[in-house]
């Protein structure tokens, strides 16, 4: 009996150890990496505004602001200052190293200027809307449409092999249970 229940706690731990395991590679499936601009990056030939509607931004996800350090900058900066371009007040925050990773860390609009005379006028200003990350089970769903082109240029597929990603865990799961027990 002694022995019995020895083998029952084994199994236990390496089961929750496992699933401990699967989960935290999930959490990190939900954020995505951005180079606003894509390709073009962050400079004062893209149309900003399109570029994010382009995708949609989620709690986790990262902005990477690419170009040469000393030729433009990033605020993020309030609703206010992002319409009248004037950054004399409502700076939230400022980025100058010309890579710089901005996390979306809660929902809520997030908006970013180029300070630089005359950019920000000239379209260097874009607004994010960040939503909460959808639930565990909506990740396997088709309820919502994937963009057309991963947040780096990768197409839809790099989002199927994610989910096949996540298949894969539950099954291999499934089956050490079934082993155990």
Not at 23 to 40: N, P
Not at 146 to 162: C, E, K, M, N, R
Not at 163 to 174: C, E, P
Request: overall charge negative; charged content about 15%.
């Amino acid at each position: 009996m002694k022995y019995h229940r020895m083998i029952f706690t084994y199994h236990s731990l390496v089961v929750s150890l496992f699933l401990m395991i699967n989960l935290s590679f999930l959490k990190g499936i939900k954020s995505e990496v951005y180079t606003v601009g894509d390709e073009q990056q962050w400079n004062t030939e893209t149309n900003f505004d399109s570029w994010a509607h382009e995708y949609n931004f989620t709690v986790g996800d990262v902005l990477v602001f690419k170009y040469n350090k000393g030729e433009h900058n990033v605020y993020e900066v309030t609703e206010a200052t992002y319409r009248s371009c004037n950054a004399s007040n409502g700076v939230l925050s400022e980025y100058d190293t010309g890579n710089d990773q901005v996390m979306l860390a809660e929902a809520k609009k997030y908006w970013f200027i180029c300070n630089v005379a005359g950019h920000c006028l000239g379209g260097m200003r874009f607004g994010v809307d960040v939503k909460e990350a959808s639930s565990f089970y909506t990740n396997f769903t088709n309820d919502s449409p994937l963009p057309s082109g991963g947040p780096t240029g990768y197409s839809s597929v790099s989002h199927a092999f994610q989910r096949w990603k996540i298949g894969f865990l539950f099954v291999s799961s499934a089956v050490l249970l079934l082993k155990l027990y």
